[in-house]
C-alpha cells in the first residue's frame, strides 16, 4: 500500500506529535502500573480527596454539588480546583483511583509538548526547529513543577493550541481577502477591450 505524498509528507510530523505525547507516560510508567500518584502536597492532600469525594457523591446517586467534608461545607462543582467538569477528569469520576488521577495530567503535559510542535509547524517553522520547541516544553521544569498543582494541567496544554488557531484563522482571512482581490482584478480585465477602452458589461451584443 503505497500513501499519497500528501499524507507522506505529513507522517513524519504526526510520528512526532505522537511521540511527544507519550513520553511523559512512558517515563512514569511504573507509577501508572502501581496506581500510585508520584507528586506530593497538594495532589493527594487535596485534588485527588475533592476527586474522590465527588466519585462517591455521584455513586450514591447524587449531583456533586455540595462538599459536606469541610466546615460547614462549600461548593463542590462550582469550584475550579475540583474540576468535576472539565473532561479529561470525568474517567476518575467513574473510577477514583490513582491511576485516573494521575494519566490524565501525564496525557496533558505530553500534549502540551505536541501541541507546541504542532503550532511551531503552523507557523512555518521547519521539523527540526518544532521537534526541538516540543522537547524544551517537555524537558523544561515548568511543564513538570506544574504537576505538582493539578489544575495548571487543565490549561496549560492549550496556549499552543490557541496559538495556531489564531494563525490558521488569521491565514484563512488574507486567503479569502487575496482571492477577492484576485477575482476582482480578473473581473476587470474582462471588462477592458482590446483598445483599452472599457465596454459596458452588459451581456447583449451591438449590431
Same mark, same amino acid.
Given at each position: 500500500?503505497?500513501?499519497?505524498?500528501?499524507?507522506?509528507?505529513?507522517? +513524519?510530523?504526526?510520528?512526532?506529535?505522537?511521540?511527544?505525547? !507519550?513520553? +511523559?507516560?512512558?517515563?512514569?510508567?511504573? /507509577?501508572?502500573?502501581?496506581?500510585?500518584?508520584?507528586?506530593?502536597?497538594?495532589? !493527594?492532600?487535596?485534588?485527588?480527596?475533592?476527586?474522590?469525594?465527588?466519585?462517591?457523591?455521584?455513586?450514591?446517586?447524587? @449531583?456533586?454539588? @455540595?462538599?459536606?467534608?469541610?466546615?460547614?461545607?462549600?461548593?463542590?462543582?462550582?469550584? +475550579?480546583?475540583?474540576?468535576?467538569?472539565?473532561?479529561?477528569? %470525568?474517567?476518575?469520576?467513574?473510577?477514583?483511583?490513582?491511576?485516573?488521577?494521575?494519566?490524565?495530567?501525564?496525557?496533558?503535559?505530553?500534549?502540551?509538548?505536541?501541541?507546541?510542535? %504542532?503550532?511551531?509547524?503552523?507557523?512555518?517553522? $521547519?521539523? %527540526?526547529?518544532?521537534?526541538?520547541?516540543?522537547? !524544551?516544553?517537555? /524537558?523544561?521544569?515548568?511543564?513538570?513543577?506544574?504537576?505538582?498543582?493539578?489544575?495548571?494541567?487543565?490549561?496549560?496544554?492549550?496556549? +499552543?493550541?490557541?496559538? $495556531?488557531?489564531?494563525?490558521?484563522?488569521?491565514?484563512?482571512?488574507?486567503?479569502?481577502?487575496?482571492?477577492?482581490?484576485?477575482?476582482?482584478?480578473?473581473?476587470?480585465?474582462?471588462?477592458?477591450?482590446?483598445?483599452? !477602452?472599457?465596454?459596458?458589461?452588459?451581456?447583449?451584443?451591438?449590431?
Amino acid at each position: 500500500m503505497t500513501l499519497r505524498p500528501h499524507a507522506a509528507r505529513r507522517r +513524519p510530523d504526526r510520528l512526532l506529535f505522537a511521540a511527544l505525547l !507519550v513520553l +511523559p507516560s512512558l517515563l512514569m510508567a511504573r /507509577a501508572l502500573t502501581r496506581g500510585a500518584i508520584p507528586d506530593f502536597m497538594d495532589p !493527594v492532600m487535596y485534588f485527588f480527596p475533592l476527586r474522590v469525594h465527588a466519585a462517591r457523591i455521584l455513586a450514591a446517586g447524587e @449531583w456533586p454539588l @455540595w462538599n459536606r467534608c469541610l466546615m460547614g461545607g462549600m461548593p463542590l462543582l462550582e469550584n +475550579p480546583q475540583a474540576a468535576v467538569l472539565y473532561p479529561l477528569n %470525568w474517567p476518575s469520576l467513574l473510577w477514583p483511583t490513582g491511576f485516573w488521577f494521575t494519566f490524565p495530567q501525564l496525557f496533558q503535559l505530553g500534549l502540551y509538548a505536541a501541541l507546541t510542535a %504542532w503550532a511551531l509547524r503552523r507557523l512555518g517553522a $521547519g521539523r %527540526w526547529p518544532a521537534a526541538w520547541a516540543g522537547a !524544551v516544553a517537555l /524537558a523544561g521544569g515548568y511543564g513538570w513543577s506544574r504537576l505538582q498543582f493539578g489544575n495548571f494541567m487543565n490549561v496549560l496544554p492549550w496556549w +499552543p493550541l490557541w496559538l $495556531g488557531a489564531a494563525h490558521l484563522y488569521v491565514n484563512s482571512k488574507f486567503e479569502i481577502r487575496n482571492s477577492k482581490q484576485i477575482q476582482n482584478s480578473n473581473d476587470k480585465k474582462e471588462e477592458i477591450s482590446p483598445d483599452g !477602452v472599457g465596454l459596458p458589461h452588459s451581456g447583449k451584443s451591438e449590431i
